[in-house]
């Protein structure tokens, strides 16, 4: 067996280099054919026990690790509980403990803490996949919004990408950013100012402070869903307003000058950040994204349990 | 009875309240320092030691020190922080109030102060809180407080909470000629934070405390101790704001003192990279240019003195999310080798500039006895080795706790005996 080419964990795309990157998005391609054949199962993952620990509310990401893990024929377990471990009475670390007692080889985690995903990866002998920690990364998040934009312009490369919204809460915009510069695209992000990171350029994006110059410049955009516990906590004044001044609405995209390609991580709140029509309209590639990400998870899966890229040659177990 | 006379014989003598420096012998006797000088002669049974090459000093003082007791004795306890303090050259220590009970009161002073000296290691002088129970409302009783024994106050752990409580307190200690001590952070900037806002927090999409928080409070107290003449003593400084802000008070002759800790002149925020909680502490870690800062203002006296903000916690606190982890590390162990390392290696400090620093300084703002080896005061006396050169090993620690980012680290100087009241409090066996 060679070594693993991403490593044990997938915790940051950060962590990743371009060809690392380029490995996991070219090894999801044959991947999508899989999820539309009749029977759609390959034996990729056959025998291995897979944990999905979500400490979040999840429906989407959940659902789209669970059905990449038995579409590779991995037997898995998902543990939802709502509130943080604290909150459970145990730490995560005995969490992790116990897990590791029980011999699994993976372990898919969500957790409202940043930096909870690379804490377990150090503590136990099974792959740890972050499926979002906190305001830190949503690393496969990253990768199918990069699928899918390499799907639509066949190119990363130069291509100009702006993230609007929440920057400084969003662990969506931090894989986005590390993923896409890494890759040569060129990153704007858009948004209030209060919820911009300080030094938000030092990530090696543009700063745009209206959506009316974003369309002007984005090749793409991808709108960030705004959490209503913002507003409470006084970052912005409110919905009405945030969408009046920052949401995607059809007049401004009518004023773009090209065709712009439109991503949405989900769930969308509709008339805040994105307008149902521009959500539901030509430009959108909102459930693209979803169909990837099933694709993108299954790559990763596969390569962190060791697989080899041409799997579908004859490689792999 | 005493004990038995000790001679310091043929140490580097280094004295930073009588500006003294050169070989001499020191000669302790009934608590007190009896002579100082070339040849002095040896009473009859005394602890004669031999400390050619070594450093003579008056003992190290921390204005800031948790003791953790009473309320959490499986961290740390006053016997426990006294020892740490004696193994780092420390004679005496501050312990701040946030303790459980609160010290608001004569009698939780009282308890500090008998534990000390069931102890019987480093001196302990209670710090009182400022409001009862640190709430920030009601004025804790300075007047029974001082009468117990306490040397300052403070709601450590938390800032003063309003101007207006800030403004009383400063008026009414000054009865007492007591400081202020003040943790300056204004809660609703800093509000849930977990490290310095700057470049390594949005990275690790943890939330930042920015400077701004510490030096709107530092320019509150400053403005108030203006205000009421009052001696307000702003506690771990950490940010390059906070010096140019103190800087300028100084100029105007205001009776503002600062502090800061060696974590703070010695690592920046990218400590916590990798969600290292022992790099977490409040203040947190700030940028390089505030490292820099910091040093700067201990070379020109704009900060006072160094302190250690001693925190201890369990192994098992800080092996969590870094959201979680509580804040601070222990330091009475490693601030010496830290000052020496990064102040007088670096050329910011010449070993003396230290040792006022870390000695006769802190007395000075606390109105504490020692910080000097004069004939007569007390024979607070630390000796240390300069030249040697060792690794912070954290099992090797007395304090009850291990919760440092210094493990592993190589550390130029450090004690190796400390005589409080006249006798050996500790001496380095190894």
Known sequence: MTAPALGKDLTALEYLSADQLRLILDTAEPFKEVSQRAIKK???????????????????????????????????????????????????????????????????????????????????RSNVINAGDGKHEHPTQGLLDILTLRDRFGRLEGLKVCICGDILHSRVARSNIWGLTKLGAEVAVCGPQSLMPRHVADLGVTFIPHIEDAIQWADALNVLRLQLERMQAGYIPSLREYNRVFGLTVDRLERAPKDLVIMHPGPMNRGVEIDSAVADGPHSVILPQVTNGVAVRMAVLYLLAGGSPDWSHGGGE | MRGQPILLRGGRVIDPSRGADGVADVLLQEGKVAAVGRNVGTPDGALVLDVAGKVVAPGLIDLHTHLREPGQEDLETVETGALAAVAGGFTAVCAMPNTDPVCDNQGVVGFVIAQAQRAAKARVYPIGAVSLGQKGQQLAEFGELVAAGAVAVSDDGTPVATAHLMRTALEYAKTFGIPVADHCEDMSLASGGCMHEGIVATKLGLKGIPAAAEEVMVARDIILAELTGGHVHLCHMSTRGSVELIRRAKEKGLPVTAE???????????????????????????????????????????????????????????????????????????????????????????????????????????????????????????????????????????????????????????????????????????
């Open chain 2, 260 to 430: 800061a800790c060696p974590h703070h002149f010695t690592l920046d925020h990218s400590a916590c990279i990798g969600y290292n909680t022992n790099a977490k502490m409040n203040p947190p870690l700030r940028e390089p240019e505030d490292v820099e800062a910091i040093r700067q203002g201990l070379r020109d006296g704009t900060i006072d003195v160094v302190a250690t903000d001693h925190a201890p916690h369990h192994y098992d606190a800080k092996e969590r999310e870094f959201d979680d982890a509580p804040n601070g590390i222990i330091g009475l162990e490693t601030a010496f080798g830290l000052a020496m390392t990064e102040l007088v290696d670096r050329g910011l400090l010449t070993l003396p500039e230290l040792l006022l620093r870390m000695s006769t300084r802190p007395a000075q703002v606390f109105r504490l006895p020692g910080g000097t080896l004069a004939v007569g005061a007390p024979a607070d006396v630390a000796v240390f080795d300069p030249d040697v050169r060792w690794e912070v090993r954290p099992e090797a620690f007395l304090s009850k706790s291990r919760n440092t980012p210094f493990a592993g680290r190589t550390l130029r100087g450090r004690a190796e005996l400390t005589i409080v009241r006249g006798q050996v409090a500790w001496r380095r066996t190894e």
């Open chain 1, 42 to 124: 390959v034996p990729a993952l056959r025998g291995k026990t897979i944990v999905n620990l979500f400490f979040e509310a999840s429906t989407r990401t959940r659902i789209s690790f669970e059905f990449a893990e038995k579409r590779l024929s991995a037997d898995t377990v998902n543990v939802a509980t709502t509130g943080s471990s604290v909150s459970k009475g145990e730490t995560l670390v005995d969490t992790a403990r116990n897990l590791e007692a029980m011999h699994i080889d993976m372990v898919v985690i969500r957790h409202g803490a940043s930096g909870s995903a690379e804490f377990l990866g150090r503590r136990i």
